[in-house]
């Protein structure tokens, strides 16, 4: 078991440059989607949204840990939210899923794509 320090440096040092500033780019908007819904009362889907980029963050800490699961969730993710996304659209309720950032993820995913034989 690691402690917090070197998981930490394993987080920054193991993978690519780009990998942490992306992980530091998940952990703001997270917290972002958190500061924005903390003073709205109680709505399922605002709340949803929160929880689905807590699993996007760490999804992607794990792939910066270069763990395969973490890459593959990921991806997992990105497709269903993909899914979801068009599914809403063709439907005409798409006022009620909102990605934040739907496109970006499909980008960091074919970056997961690009390193993912150096994972574990």
């Not at 908007?29 to 709505?43: E, G, K, Q, T």
């Amino acid at each position: 078991m690691r402690s917090f320090k070197e998981l930490t440096v394993d987080l920054v040092r193991k993978p690519p440059m780009l990998f942490p500033l992306v992980a530091l780019f998940h952990i703001l908007m997270l917290l972002y989607m958190i500061w924005d819904d903390h003073n709205v009362p109680f709505s399922f889907l605002l709340w949803v949204q929160v929880f689905w980029m807590a699993a996007y963050t760490l999804f992607w800490l794990a792939a910066c840990d270069l763990r395969k699961w973490g890459a593959l969730g990921y991806f997992a993710l990105t497709l269903i939210s993909a899914a979801v996304y068009f599914a809403a659209r063709n439907n005409k309720i798409d006022h009620y899923y909102v990605s934040n950032i739907f496109l970006i993820d499909g980008l960091f995913s074919f970056f997961l794509l690009f390193y993912y034989k150096k994972f574990r």
